[in-house]
Antibody, heavy 122, light 108 residues
Framework: QLQLQESGPGLVKPSETLSLTCSVSGGSISRNNYYWGWIRQPPGKGLEWIGSIYYSGNTEYNPSLKSRVTISVDTSKNQFSLRLRSVTAADTAVYYC??????????????WGQGTLVIVSS | SSELTQDPAVSVALGQTVRITCQGDSLRIFYASWYQQRPGQAPVLVIHGRNNRPSGIPDRFSGSSSGNTGSLTISGAQAEDEADYYCSSRDSSGNHLLFGGGTKLTVL
């Protein structure tokens, strides 16, 4: 059974960089036709896609966050990571990592991490 | 298009059928997927593709699509179906993922 687990600081100061890692177990991150992504959910609000990465390193980012986001992959560790720069209180959210099966006419999320709450506060 | 639109709230009587819809230009090209999220939990995939249910999802959940609208139907809603439901699809460019704003389903 595939499992994804987010890790990283739960508290980040304004203007600093939020860094999270997703460790994947029970399956290889280097499989074809799967992107690996980050989704966030501010308290009491809806889901927002942050970005995704393929094992080859190809990335896709939400245009509204693109200037501040970097997603990277480490296939040797079966992990991928998120860096979000210059954070503000508006970046406070539960951050989920996820697997995204991808085909010509569809992309969906079949596995989610449990989510990790990141609070931006001084 | 860069938007998927859902009704904020829908209610259904116990045992009745309810349809939750998702509108967006990208749905003319890409299938919607649907997620159930209960309070304090991660979302769970309930429908993807033309009408595919992952293992463990009850067959009362089904999906359909017409034009720019995707729909999730729950036939014979149960108390445990009370949750937030989100649709998702690629945007029209095919380069980004979109989420709808979510629909809060109340089972009366």
């Amino acid at each position: 059974q595939l499992q994804l687990q987010e890790s990283g600081p739960g508290l980040v100061k304004p203007s600093e960089t939020l860094s999270l890692t997703c460790s994947v177990s029970g399956g290889s991150i280097s499989r074809n036709n799967y992107y690996w992504g980050w989704i966030r959910q501010p308290p009491g609000k809806g889901l927002e896609w942050i970005g995704s990465i393929y094992y080859s390193g190809n990335t896709e980012y939400n245009p509204s966050l693109k200037s501040r986001v970097t997603i990277s992959v480490d296939t040797s560790k079966n992990q991928f990571s998120l860096r979000l720069r210059s954070v503000t209180a508006a970046d406070t959210a539960v951050y989920y990592c996820a697997r995204l099966p991808t085909a010509v006419t569809t992309q969906f999320i079949d596995y989610w991490g449990q989510g990790t709450l990141v609070i931006v506060s001084s | 298009s860069s938007e998927l639109t859902q009704d904020p709230a829908v209610s259904v009587a116990l045992g009745q059928t309810v349809r939750i819809t998702c509108q967006g230009d990208s749905l003319r090209i890409f299938y919607a997927s649907w997620y159930q999220q209960r309070p304090g939990q991660a979302p769970v995939l309930v429908i993807h593709g033309r009408n595919n249910r992952p293992s463990g999802i009850p067959d009362r959940f089904s999906g359909s699509s017409s034009g720019n609208t995707g729909s999730l139907t729950i036939s014979g809603a149960q108390a445990e179906d009370e949750a937030d439901y989100y649709c998702s699809s690629r945007d029209s460019s095919g380069n980004h993922l979109l989420f709808g704003g979510g629909t809060k389903l109340t089972v009366l």
